[in-house]
């Protein structure tokens, strides 16, 4: 199956070369929008601000009403769907050959400005009617292509000229500010021989220029004047210094648009500065000569460059002075001066008449790079460091381009063009292990693929890399992952090196302030400054959650085995701290949770630890959302720490949010280590705590049996306490057991055997309960006694406040929600549902939400109300469709009987 997206030109999607339907009006302004910014995701507001040109409708109607006009448009796309959801909107997930923009972009970069204007078939997205688009987006497109049109014409000057006369005269009628296709014109004529015509052309435009902006000839014009009265282009002799660059370069190709992009964006400022910067062994000086080689033809003057030697192991650093006498030579100025200040100056004034492209490499700090920046306004300064020279770009204008491993594909790409696709097609399995092993870096990919060229099995290559990546990442003291890293490592402060060692003990993926203070002993405001430096160092990268930071695997793996030379106690204690960060968060955010939930004791931390202030129920979730997988992470370590009094504790306050967002193996594997620490510490109220999450979650799974255990289980721990709320509290858990499994009378007698104990209960379990109570007798039958009950707690709910709802709340409202539609009174059941769904919302309880929601659209469907039906049915399906749950296939049959 071949899909084809095309923006150049009518909107267009093509299915095996066959035209795929896409509706007119708000359908089409969705997917236009989205393919122009293929593979990002947009926000939900900026959709909803672009499908309805401008003029949204409320906030919540709009949000609402999208998931339909997602849904319609997947449902048109069929197989040749593109659209994907997440928590920060929805993108056009398309590979670069399927859209024509990409494809476009992509042939730019490499010089094919030809082939890239094939691709335009016409006005572009005429057939989409939106303002804002025509507005914004589509005359960037066009400038894109003026801008090739251009180039192309560049590259054709320098064949047949005569042909070009014609076009370029069409082009300066069209665009007669455009100073460029003057310039062409009048070297066309020129190279036909039509000097007069040629210098006609000129005293026109400056006529034009003067009568309609009051400006003289910019430089591109001057220039071609130049040429055509002196009869013909000098020819000089120019540096030419660029090295020939990596035989095998392979991706990149977002980082060389983005160049191109930068360069393109600027014409006749003053030195445009590109700093390229990343971990070592990432490949920063392959991408800078691979790019340099194809804008070299851009600077007549030369091409300079230089390997500062910033993170060398071989020497130290070059000084920028003897590098500018070295340039001044290689410019033919022979009268070099001796004093620093003449020197500058004589390198800025060479350079400050010429066009000249420099590739500082390898760059220690701005320091270093800042005297060698030229004068002049058509030079390029392209550098290359380990460090992100946030001075450069703070007062100098530098533009960072930020360089990250490879991905999967091109990994293995890599791996092909150095070893063979024979090798490498003969082993996949090998292959994949050796692409996961070296974690995208392209050093790591090189010795590997060194080695394998020297002989090494890539069997064996992948079996070494699994029992230890840095040795077998190691080529020698100066070649190597380990050596590479270890230059980076002192090039940093003595307390950024300190808190990158103690990284080493920190499970990941990702790191924040707090938990860099408490694991290194520093105030959060000390963590932050070090936290920056081992950023700029490229020892550390932001990671995609704000406010956190992320190591890269093998640099983990380098920190991890530093932090293994540390003293056993030192370590420990490490560790300890950040055990409590952790910890004693989870319970302040838990507590926002769960406000109704008694702990027993637990010691405080210690003074140097720092724990996240939670301010409120949503900071809980969002932190618990946020450190989610470290949690995870930090729990197996406690495990293997033995402190099982903490293992306890913090599995048990992941079980909530685990359960909310989906997660079932999380919170099943959470839930059972924290049951094993509490069984090993003979702790019943632990035990009572992490039978019943695991009822929960088991219920969640549909496991039935393994929920009737763990609850009755439960049932006997909080009898043995003698605590009558733990008591009700299971016994509602398994009478929803029961009623999941048709043992609807075992239900009703549970709950029936705490009716006595009601009036010790408190108000807010006593709620809870009749709640239940009244879903029980719903369930066989009598529905007046349950709507008795479930009035009577919804009257005790609303004393208690819903501030903190919890899901008793919701599932009475659920509850009078299905008696009254079993009873036909739609409306009643409607509002009922409604108010289920919002309490669903506040909770987060994203799987039961959609749930809630299917059950209030089928309310609305028999009362007739179809179209809020719809919109309540497309939030569920998204819902559903990013959870991946088989209900997905139920909602889509719900709405495609709507039609």
């Not at 005429?126 to 292509?145: G, K, Q, T």
């Not at 090739?148 to 064949?159: G, K, N, P, S, Y």
């Not at 092993?437 to 070494?464: F, H, N």
């Not at 709320?725 to 043992?743: D, E, I, T």
């Amino acid at each position: 199956m071949i899909v084809e997206y095309r923006v150049l030109g009518p909107l267009e999607v093509l299915l095996d070369g066959e035209p795929v339907a896409v509706p007119a009006g708000r359908v089409r302004i969705l997917l236009a929008t989205l393919l122009l910014r293929a593979n990002e995701f947009v926000p939900v507001d900026e959709l909803v601000e672009r499908v309805w040109d401008g003029e949204p409708p409320v906030a919540d109607r709009g949000r609402k009403t999208l998931h339909m006009v997602v849904t319609r448009l997947r449902q048109s796309l069929g197989d040749a769907n593109c659209v994907r959801t997440s928590s920060r909107g929805y993108t056009a997930e398309v590979a670069p050959e399927q859209l024509d923009l990409t494809r476009f972009r992509q042939l730019e970069e490499q010089g094919e400005h030809r082939a890239a204007l094939e691709l335009w078939r016409g006005p572009v997205l005429a057939n989409v009617a939106s303002e804002l688009l025509h507005r914004d987006d589509v005359p960037r497109l066009e400038a894109e292509r003026v801008v090739a049109l251009e180039r192309r014409i560049d590259q054709d000057l320098a064949r047949d000229t005569d042909v070009l006369v014609p076009e370029l005269r069409s082009l300066v009628a069209r665009y007669p500010l455009r100073e460029t296709f003057w310039a062409q014109l009048m070297l066309a004529l020129h190279r036909s021989n039509q000097q007069a015509e040629a210098l006609a052309v000129y005293q026109e435009i400056r006529d034009h220029l003067a009568d309609e902006l009051g400006v003289d000839p910019g430089p591109r014009l001057r220039e071609a004047h130049e040429q055509v009265l002196s009869g013909e282009v000098p020819v000089a002799q120019v540096p030419r210094q660029l090295p020939a660059g990596v035989p095998h370069f392979v991706g990149r190709e977002e980082e060389l648009a983005r160049l191109t992009d930068m360069l393109a964006a600027r014409p006749g400022e003053p030195v445009l500065i590109s700093a390229i910067n990343g971990i070592g062994g990432v490949g920063k000086t392959a991408l800078a000569l691979r790019w340099a080689h194809r804008v070299a033809d851009r600077f007549p003057d030369g091409q300079l460059h230089v390997d500062l030697r910033g993170f060398d192991p071989r020497g130290e650093p070059l000084d920028p002075l003897t590098v500018i006498r070295d340039f001044l030579l290689a410019l033919d100025v022979r009268d070099v001066p001796s004093s620093e200040d003449a020197l500058i100056a004589a390198y800025r004034s060479a350079l400050a008449q010429r066009r000249v492209l420099l590739v500082l490499d390898n760059a220690r700090d701005a320091e270093q790079v800042r005297p060698l920046l030229p004068g002049g306004a058509g030079n390029l300064v392209l550098i290359t460091s380990r460090n992100r020279l946030r001075g450069l770009i703070a007062r100098e204008g530098a533009q960072p381009v930020a360089l990250d491993v490879l991905d999967e594909q091109s990994a293995v790409d890599l791996l092909t063009e150095r070893v063979g696709a024979a090798r490498i097609a003969a082993r996949p399995e090998a292959v994949s292990r050796l692409v996961r092993q070296c974690a995208g870096l392209p050093l790591a990919l090189g010795i590997v693929a060194a080695r394998a060229a020297c002989g090494d099995s890539l069997t064996a290559l992948a079996d070494e890399l699994d029992q230890e990546r840095l040795d077998a990442l190691d080529l020698d003291d100066a070649t190597g992952v380990r050596a590479v890293f270890s230059w980076s490592l002192k090039s940093v402060s003595e307390a950024a090196a300190r808190v990158f060692v103690l990284l080493g003990l920190h499970p990941g993926p990702h790191v924040g302030v707090d938990a860099v203070a408490s694991l290194s002993e520093l105030t959060p405001a000390a963590a932050r400054r070090v936290l920056g430096e081992l950023v700029s160092a490229s020892l550390l990268g932001p990671a995609p959650v704000p406010g956190r930071f992320v190591l890269h695997d093998l640099l983990r793996d380098y920190a991890a085995e530093r932090v293994a030379a540390l003293s056993a106690g030192e370590r420990t204690e490490a560790l300890h701290r950040m055990f409590g960060h952790y910890l004693h968060t989870a319970l302040d955010a838990n507590r926002r949770i769960e406000v109704r939930v008694t702990w027993t004791p637990l010691a405080a931390p210690p003074s140097s630890v720092v724990i996240t202030p939670i301010e409120d129920e949503q900071s809980a979730s969002e932190w618990f959302d946020v450190e989610q997988n470290v949690l995870l992470g930090v729990l197996k370590q406690m495990v293997a720490a033995g402190m099982d009094d903490l293992v306890w504790r913090l599995g048990y306050t992941l079980h909530l949010p685990l359960l909310r967002k989906g997660d079932m193996a999380g919170a099943e594997m959470a839930d059972q280590l924290a049951l094993a620490a509490a069984q090993r510490r003979d702790d019943v109220f632990g035990q009572a705590r992490l039978h019943r999450a695991l009822g929960g979650v088991y219920i969640a799974k549909h496991a039935l049996s393994d929920a009737d255990f763990h609850l009755s289980s439960a049932l006997r721990c909080e009898t043995e306490q003698s605590d009558y709320n733990g008591q009700a509290n299971v016994s509602r858990g398994l009478a929803f057991v029961y009623r999941l499994q048709g043992r609807y009378g075992d239900a009703l007698e549970i709950l029936g055997g705490v009716f006595p104990m009601a009036e010790r209960l408190s108000k807010h379990e006593r709620a809870c309960y009749y709640a239940a109570y009244g879903r029980a007798h719903h369930e066989v039958g009598q529905d007046e006694r349950a709507i008795e009950l479930c009035l009577q707690a919804d009257e005790w709910l609303l004393e208690l406040g819903r501030t903190a709802p919890a899901m008793a709340d919701a599932m009475n409202f659920e509850t009078l929600g299905d008696i009254y539609l079993k009873l036909g009174r739609y409306a009643e059941s409607a509002h009922n549902y409604r108010e289920s769904v919002v309490l669903m919302r506040e909770m987060r309880e994203t799987f039961y939400l959609a749930d809630g929601l299917v059950l209030l659209a089928k309310a609305l469907i028999a009362a007739g109300e179809h179209a809020p039906a719809r919109e309540h049915l497309g939030e569920a399906l998204s819902i559903y469709e990013e959870l991946g749950h088989d209900q997905a296939r139920e909602v889509r049959k719900l709405l495609g009987s709507l039609e």
